[in-house]
């Protein structure tokens, strides 16, 4: 890819993020070029969240490893929630569209992302055992009150032995 298909793509993303927080119900009808169709920029839009969410975790588990008694879970929901709030169209349009069959194994991959960054599941562990801890995260994540990570953890270490 050169780098001026690199800017295409990141200014049809954006295209398509302008139009989304216009107008949330019609985002992807129109898709830009050089998007092939819908679900060619839905995957655009999947990888675009899972660099920012990628890079996020990494700094959050580099700041927890310099600091003694850090919590490894609170690191990551405090990374993904810093993700979500720094782009809410994008988190709003990948939630419209996560039942979206081609989402599916991006989906699954950001959950066993979430699973082993927090420290609640090994990469050793079977794919879709690490997939479930993380969804089950990703949601306790996504309904627990702002300032209670903590919360989240107990709530999963409750929830792991029954995975």
């Not at 082993?116 to 994540?141: K, M, N």
Request: glycine share 4%; aromatic share 4%.
């Amino acid at each position: 890819m050169s780098w001026n298909d690199f800017r295409r793509r990141q200014q049809a993303i954006q295209t398509v993020l302008d139009d989304a927080s216009r107008n949330p119900s019609e985002a992807l009808t129109h898709v830009p070029a050089p998007f092939l169709d819908a679900t060619d920029a839905l995957r655009a839009l999947q990888y675009k969240w899972t660099q920012q969410l990628t890079g996020r975790i990494g700094v959050a588990l580099a700041e927890t490893d310099d600091t003694p008694h850090a919590d490894r879970v609170q690191a990551v929901t405090a990374a993904w929630r810093r993700t979500a709030e720094a782009n809410p169209v994008l988190r709003d349009l990948l939630d419209r569209h996560e039942s979206d069959p081609v989402l599916r194994s991006d989906m699954a991959r950001e959950h066993r992302l979430l699973a082993v960054a927090a420290g609640l599941a090994e990469h050793t562990e079977p794919v879709d055992d690490v997939a479930r801890v993380g969804r089950a995260f990703r949601q306790l994540v996504r309904i627990t009150p702002e300032p209670s990570p903590q919360c989240i953890g107990g709530r999963l270490r409750k929830l792991i032995p029954s995975f």
